[in-house]
């Protein structure tokens, strides 16, 4: 998972400032409100990726005993309070 999450990561970095830089040079010969698409485009990437990230669902996410000590200290605040 991490090697395909850095693979993406790398291919972002190489095409993002061309692809990015085209886009910005298209919005700027679109008369009125160019700067509107490049801000639409951008949008509606960061938007599907937020969108996306809710799909990733594993059990084995988490390292064992993760958030185990929350329920400890949640324990024991309770036991001092009677």
């Known amino acids: 998972m991490n090697g395909l999450a850095q693979s993406l990561s790398a291919a972002g970095r190489a095409a993002g400032p061309f692809l990015s830089g085209g886009l910005f040079t ?8 160019g700067e509107a698409l490049a801000f639409g485009v951008f949008g ?9 990230s809710f799909g990733i669902r ?16 949640d324990k024991s605040d309770d036991e001092d309070e009677h």
Do not use: H, Q
């Open 26 to 33: 298209i919005a700027t010969r679109v008369k009125p409100k």
């Open 44 to 52: 509606g990437v960061a938007f599907l990726g937020f969108l996306l």
């Open 58 to 73: 594993s059990p084995n996410l988490e390292a064992e005993g993760w958030g185990e000590e929350d329920e400890d200290s």
